[in-house]
């Protein structure tokens, strides 16, 4: 289980402090597909940097798989990094625009001791891409082919749990659609927990199992 409890997390400028997170309860089960939403400004992508390991609280735990998370960020222990995967909400600001997709998607196995190739046989074709695309650059496809290669490179670290933060708000209605079911076709095969963090209540609710608020998120109830 993916768990925070009690997170805060505080900005600082020189004249003022901004709370983005205050005392934040979550919980998210493997195989579990939940959504968060909440309006623009209220803390939902700080929330889903803390759980993804990229940020550390100023307060609270992060705990994956019962094991307390000590260090974020790049000192985070790489076996937990694994575990946790962020999809970013534009595919072009996280994708290397020098790379092919086939690149993209294979390299993250290679971290972990596994196949590139092997990588981009198993999860191109699960989330919709054919050979003649993974020979392309990121300019060379759209927002929705790049998004589910974005999903399927996130796939090749074989993670517990995927943080989907606005992954389908940059995009038109029918790639929104491919790119919703590469992530549950995923989740369905390999058990992922997924939490979806959205502004579209209507969208959570169309995908989602469930559903929660961001302002209920201190109420410590659990996905």
Not at 112 to 124: E, H, K, L, N, T
Request: some cysteine.
């Amino acid at each position: 289980m993916l768990r925070a409890e009690g997170l805060t997390k505080l900005f600082r400028t020189a004249d003022r402090t901004v709370t983005a997170l205050d005392g934040v309860d979550l919980a998210l089960r493997p195989g579990a597909r939940v959504g968060l939403t909440g309006p623009s400004g209220c803390g939902k992508s700080t929330l889903a940097r803390c759980l993804s390991l990229l940020l550390a609280p100023d307060d609270g735990t992060v705990t994956v798989d019962d094991r307390p998370v000590a260090r974020f960020g790049v000192r985070a222990p790489r076996e937990l990094r694994r575990q946790v995967q962020l999809l970013w909400q534009s595919p072009r600001g996280a994708a290397d625009p020098r790379q092919r997709l086939r690149t993209l998607i294979g390299e993250p196995a290679t971290l972990f001791g596994g196949s590139a190739q092997d990588a981009v046989a198993r999860w191109a074709p699960l989330v919709g891409l054919t050979d003649d695309l993974l020979d392309r650059h990121p300019h060379e496809v759209s927002e929705g082919q790049l998004q589910r290669a974005m999903i399927a490179r996130c796939l090749a670290c074989e993670p517990r749990y995927v943080i989907a933060d606005e992954p389908t708000s940059m995009l038109d209605v029918s790639s929104q659609a491919a790119v919703l079911d590469a992530i549950a076709t995923a989740a369905r095969e390999t058990g992922l927990g997924v939490l979806l963090i959205t502004h579209n209540t209507v969208l959570a609710e169309y995908w989602c199992e469930e559903v929660r608020s961001f302002a209920e998120l201190r109420s410590g109830t659990e996905a």
